[in-house]
């Protein structure tokens, strides 16, 4: 068992304000770094695979970096919005492929 | 709609009973994924089965068990149930290095 974790664990920012959240995994033995969102009532949906060190990705006002080094990555939303209200989770796959999941950053967008 | 299926949506038990949780996967991915999700917990990953064969075990009970079978669904046996186990059973599925699809849930409740 792997240990992913994100922080903060909650976030209550205002609408239009920009935030970002850490997820930290081991540096050994990566595969590939997920992001999901994750809105209340329904399943986590996929943002992002990222596979390379520096890789960043980027979806809309979404984006996401990736340090496999350092083991560290990092996700932003730019003008965030009501709805990017959501648990934001990342997720580390070994090279044998399981995926262990953090336990999320509970954002809160503020109207 | 990700394409995942899981039967049932909402279970109610009684302490010691057993129930069979059941998901089929997303046409055409070979891998299923099972976690659990515990109030005010993360996704805990309990068992990934790639084409019919265990891949990788996290953090499963020997009271839990799965498969997978040879048209792909998958199902997860929960066994001696305890009021601990009242949870919210994910399945997810994927093919390669694709990210994971979720199905909607099983929402087990023991009494």
Redesign the interface.
């Known amino acids: 068992i792997l240990n992913v974790e994100q922080s903060p664990q909650s976030l209550h920012v205002q609408e239009g304000d920009s935030t970002n959240f850490t997820c930290s995994f081991p540096s050994s033995n990566f595969y590939a770094l997920h992001w999901y969102r994750w809105e209340t009532a329904k399943s986590p949906e996929a943002l992002f695979v990222m596979t390379l060190n520096g890789d960043e990705k980027k979806k809309g006002r979404i984006s996401a970096t990736l340090n496999t080094k350092e083991g560290y990555s990092y996700l932003y939303i730019k003008g965030s919005q009501p709805e990017d209200s959501a648990t934001y989770l990342c997720a580390f796959r070994t090279g044998a492929n399981n995926l262990f999941f953090g336990t999320g950053t509970r954002l809160t967008v503020i109207p | 709609d990700?394409g995942v299926t899981q039967t049932p949506k909402h279970l109610i038990t009684a302490t010691g009973q057993r129930v069979t949780l059941r998901c089929s996967p997303r046409s055409g991915d070979l891998?299923v994924?099972w976690?659990q999700q515990s109030l005010d917990?993360?996704?805990q990953?309990l068992i990934?089965y790639?084409n019919g064969e265990e891949?990788?075990k996290?953090?499963i009970l020997e009271r839990f068990s799965a498969q997978q079978f040879p048209d792909l669904h998958s199902e997860l046996n929960l066994s001696s149930l305890e009021l601990g186990d009242s949870a919210l059973y994910?399945c997810?599925s994927s093919v390669g290095?694709?990210?994971?699809?979720?199905?909607?849930?099983t929402r087990l409740t023991v009494t």
Do not use: M
């Open positions: 990700s891998s994924y976690y917990q993360g996704l990953f990934q790639y891949r990788a996290g953090n994910f997810a290095d694709s990210p994971l699809h979720f199905g909607n849930g």
